[in-house]
Each structure stands twice: as structure tokens, then as C-alpha cells.
């Protein structure tokens, strides 16, 4: 098993196990197969690229299975009766915490809607690092800061975990995501 392979099945560990049960194996194929088309092109970009899709789609689908799993569900016992069956896992307040976890990867792409050109500074190389431009490796270090509210709110499952997960890893993240693209301009222009 690849680096790479061990990373992104650490990173599905968010989503519920029923779930990876049923769909892990067929993501990790996907994934390498997208990993290996990205590495091909022999830029790094484009594998940090991908990277950096991969966090936002997990970080923003995983809750979203966590609420499908924790709804009710209908389930036929025998062939004359109907039974409901209520996941007591998680509350109303576990799935606000989601959404508002959620708010980082939401700017962005509501960002790239209203505002197309606001995010095209991260991608300015340079300043880089690695021979990666310097506001893709800072975007990704964000998204998964952003992506540990989750883990924090589904290991705590109080209010106090998703005040923790909200205020320690959510709010920084999208101020970090607001301020991202002037830092960079910032530093392109105190390198001229």
C-alpha cells in the first residue's frame, strides 16, 4: 500500500463505517486511478490539485452520510409488516455543528461563484513552496484544519465538542480562506 493510498483511507475514516463498508474500497480505486492520471501529467500541481478536491469532497459529503445515517429509516421485518427503525446517534445540534463545519469549503465555492477571479492569487507562482504555488499549499493546510471540526464534533457529539470544533479549527479556517488570497498578493508584491 502507497503512502498516498494509507493518507486518503485515514482520511475516509470520517465518514461512517457502515458507509466504508460498502463504498471504500471502490473510492480508493477511483482515487488512485485520478492520483495516477495527476501524476502522469508530471506536475505537481496537478496531484495537489487533486489532493485538495479530495479534502474539500470528504470534508463536505461525510456529514451529509453522518445526517443519512442517523435518520429514520423504514425497514420491512417480515413480509406483512413494517417497522421504523430511528438511529439514536447523533441530534439536531450534532448535524448544525456539520453544517457549520461545513462553512469553510461553502465560501469557497461560493466564493468562486460570486467572485470567479478572488481565489486566482493562490494559484500565482510564485511565492511557492516546493515548486508548489505557495496559496495551493496554504488552501489545502487550511481545508484540513477546516476537516478536523468534523472529526472533533463526531468524536465528541456534546456541545462542547462542536463549540470546540467550531471555534478552534471553523472560524480560523475561514478567515483563513477570506485573508489566503490578499496574503499572497501581499507577498508577490514585497518580492517585486
Known sequence: MTRSERVYRE?????????????????????LDQLGDAAST????????LWLRTVADIASSAPGEHVRKETSVAKRVDP???????????????????????????LIVFGQLVA?????????????????????????AVAIWASLAFVV???????WGIALGVLVFTVPAIVATI????????IQNLNV
Request: no cysteine.
Open 11 to 31: 482520511l475516509l475514516r470520517v465518514y461512517p463505517h457502515s458507509f466504508r463498508a460498502q463504498y471504500e474500497d471502490e473510492m480508493v480505486r477511483l482515487f
Open 42 to 49: 508530471g506536475r505537481a500541481a496537478e496531484r495537489a490539485a
Open 80 to 106: 406483512g409488516s413494517v417497522s421504523l427503525v430511528v438511529a439514536p446517534q447523533g441530534t439536531g445540534f450534532t448535524r448544525l455543528g456539520y453544517a457549520i463545519a461545513s462553512l469553510p469549503f461553502v
Open 116 to 140: 470567479p477571479g478572488f481565489m486566482d492569487p493562490l494559484f500565482a507562482n510564485p511565492p511557492e513552496i516546493l515548486g508548489l504555488p505557495l496559496g495551493v499549499v496554504l488552501l489545502f
Open 153 to 159: 464534533i463526531r468524536a465528541f457529539r456534546s456541545g
Open 179 to 186: 485573508f489566503l488570497p490578499a496574503t499572497i498578493l501581499i
